[in-house]
């Protein structure tokens, strides 16, 4: 699968930076992010657009509206599995 140009996915260490906990909190709002196992960013242009978040008891995803249905989500998804 091919995301567009200028989108990245990342595998951020833990526990995540404050900016990257921030974006992370916004986009998957109730995920525990002092416990995450696992994190995947997407990042366009400078900005987090797409979280993958895993913890011991459940996980989370959230991508910005304007990015929902480019690739994003299974990118996100495997990048964590």
Known sequence: MTLPARVRVTRPPLPLA??????AARLCPGAPLEA?????LAIAGGSVIGAHLRW????AAGVDSGWRG???EE???SAVA
């Open 70 to 72: 480019r690739g994003i």
């Open 56 to 59: 011991a008891s459940g996980e």
């Open 18 to 23: 404050p900016a990257l906990k921030t974006a």
């Open 36 to 40: 995450l196992s696992a994190a995947a």
């Open 75 to 77: 990118a996100l998804a």
